[in-house]
């Protein structure tokens, strides 16, 4: 990969700009917004990774930037509105649906799970106390299926097979833990699993619909997805893992086509739509948007509020990844200060015991552009 691959960056200030001859037309150079993630994205790249895509915005200035490469096998170079895997990032997403069934009464939130999915406590007898809110809320204590279909399956199968919510659940049972709820965090990806199939069950229809319908149509998300078992459709980052040291192209996940907590496929742009459109009340009531970032004693959804961005000003946090892709975006509470990177991390053995390195240094990037918006 070409370690120099230019940044491309695009300000969009609406200045009410007119054309004219240079003599007629003064320019104003816009500030600079994604210096930190420049620097990022050129290290990242140095080390590895096949590609960094970011969006920035501070109220009417935008800043959209790519470094690296779609693929590695014909280095056509990546843009912006490239899409990624946003593994994680995209339960915030299946949380609008549900809370908007609990805005019109067809659930509660402290509505035990097998109330509305029979098929549940058939799975996890020990678990018939669970509630819709502690799958929220991530206080379920049911087993994560994610690391125990990575270590039983091949990456063929995991590329080629698909599976039903029902089967990822049984994945997870076969987990050996003390039944819940429980009193702390504890993410499990087979609480979205969950959600997803009762989503489904109330709904009578598939997921992908009931997500297009609730989010990705009213926040204007128009290059988001639920993916669909095959090769996503392109423009896609291309994410690799390596298989006895080989390099695989491992942007097929059949595993995960359809699933609730790792199935969504978008871009930086549109996961910063989304949590404008969040935010600012265009996808669920204000008291319930409320409800869920002020739940206790863990917020619902997926979303980490934090005051430590900037001082006197609360942000929400939405982080995903896995295999070779991250995501993370951050956003004010009135949606006009956001920051949201995606990183096609340097080709590794497929694993979920460690974070990857660049990581850390990519959440670290992160908060310092947001903090410079303060």
């Known amino acids: 990969m070409n370690k120099h691959a230019a940044v491309l960056a695009i300000a969009l200030v609406l200045s009410g700009c007119t054309f004219g001859t240079p003599d007629d037309v003064a320019t104003t150079r816009a500030v600079k917004l994604a210096v930190e993630l420049e620097a990022f994205a050129g290290n990242a790249s140095a080390h590895g990774a096949p590609a960094v895509v ?63 999915l029979p098929e549940f406590t058939a799975i996890f007898p020990a678990w018939a106390r669970v509630t819709i809110r502690d799958l929220l809320g991530s206080t379920s204590g049911l087993p994560d299926y994610f690391p125990p279909l990575i270590e039983s399956r091949s990456l063929d199968e995991l590329q080629t097979r698909t599976l039903t919510f029902e089967e990822r659940l049984r994945i997870a049972a076969g987990v050996d ?24 069950r109330k709904h009578n229809r598939g997921l992908a619909e009931i997500l297009t319908r609730d989010v990705f149509e009213p926040a204007g998300m128009n290059n988001t997805h639920l993916a669909a078992a095959g090769q996503p459709p392109e423009p896609m980052l291309h994410g690799y893992v390596l298989e006895d040291g080989n390099r695989r192209d491992f942007t097929r996940v059949d595993a995960v086509a359809g699933s609730a907590d790792s199935g969504v496929i978008s871009t930086v742009e549109d996961l910063s739509g989304f949590l404008a459109a969040l935010t600012t009340g265009r996808l669920v009531r204000e008291e319930t948007w409320k409800s869920m970032i002020e739940a206790e004693p863990f917020s619902l959804g997926g979303i980490r509020p934090s005051d430590d961005v900037c001082p006197g000003i609360r942000h929400v946090i939405v982080s995903g990844g896995g295999g070779p892709y991250s995501v993370q975006s951050v956003s004010s509470l009135d949606g006009q200060q956001q920051v949201t990177v995606a990183t096609v991390l340097p080709p590794r053995e497929l694993n979920v015991t460690d974070a990857p390195p660049l990581v850390p240094e990519m959440e670290d990037a992160i908060l310092q552009t947001a903090r410079r918006m303060c």
Request: negative net charge; hydrophobic residues 45%.
């Open 54 to 116: 970011f969006h920035v915005r501070d109220g009417d200035q935008e800043e959209l930037g790519a470094t690296g490469v779609k693929d590695l096998e014909s280095s056509t170079k990546a843009v912006p509105t490239d899409k990624a895997w946003i593994i994680g990032a995209g339960t915030p997403m299946v949380a609008v649906s549900v809370m908007k069934l609990a805005e019109a009464a067809t659930v509660r939130l402290d509505d035990p799970v097998s109330a509305h």
């Open 177 to 200: 833990l003390p039944p819940g709820p429980v009193a702390y965090f504890a993410w499990s990806a087979t609480d979205w699993e969950v959600l997803g199939w009762l989503l489904e």
